[in-house]
């Protein structure tokens, strides 16, 4: 945490020899205090999954049952879901790159009450207006798992970046660019 506003516990993540954090798809997983983004921010990650046959979840929060979260669907897309305040109804955002278990990729989530997409490699895949009042991200994140400690990631997670702020088009893009030759992306 380089704001120094989050407790990261990251005794039950393994890292691999280039001190990236890997997770074994069995009991990895750390929580990230609740970083207060509310129901405007952004989430940035590299990640590369090994096995994605599970529907792996990447984030999921503590807020709203365990219901909100950002995953891997078994088909490979990636997804992620807001639920509604009422907790009866969800909205979603899916990619249309489908993950080979081989390469690194780039993905964002940008999401305000007005407006939500998902980017992989800099380019928007689904963009919308939300079709409900989603409830914020609240209360601690579980990295690497559902909150109720099932679907749990196999695969690397070099990257994480939380923002309390929905990130524009040219921000992502200027983020994938200066990190792409890092992951051979």
């Known amino acids: 945490d380089l704001t120094g506003n989050s407790t990261l516990n990251l005794t039950n993540v393994s890292f691999d020899s280039n001190a990236q954090m890997t997770f074994?798809?069995?009991?990895?997983?750390f929580l990230l205090s609740d970083p207060g983004v509310g129901t405007s921010f952004s989430i940035e990650i590299v990640?590369?999954?090994n096995d994605y046959s599970n529907s792996p979840i990447l984030i999921s929060p503590s807020s709203v049952g365990i219901d909100h979260f950002f995953r891997v669907n078994s088909n490979g897309t990636i997804k992620a879901q807001f639920v509604e305040i009422a907790d009866s109804s969800t909205d979603s955002y899916t990619s249309t790159t489908v993950l080979n278990?081989?390469?690194?990729y780039h993905?964002?989530?940008s999401?305000?009450?007005?407006n939500g997409a998902i980017y992989v490699?800099?380019?928007a895949e689904d963009s919308h207006t939300p079709t409900l009042p989603a409830s914020a991200w609240s209360g601690d994140w579980r990295i690497g798992a559902r909150w109720n400690s099932t679907y749990w990631l196999d695969g690397d997670l070099p990257l994480l970046k939380v923002y309390s702020r929905t990130l524009t088009a040219s921000e992502i893009k200027a983020n994938y660019n200066a990190i792409k030759g890092r992951f051979n992306i």
């Open 47 to 49: 990640i590369k999954v």
């Open 121 to 123: 490699n800099g380019i």
């Open 24 to 29: 074994d798809g069995t009991d990895d997983q």
């Open 107 to 109: 993905v964002v989530i």
């Open 101 to 104: 278990n081989t390469e690194y």
């Open 111 to 114: 999401k305000s009450p007005s």
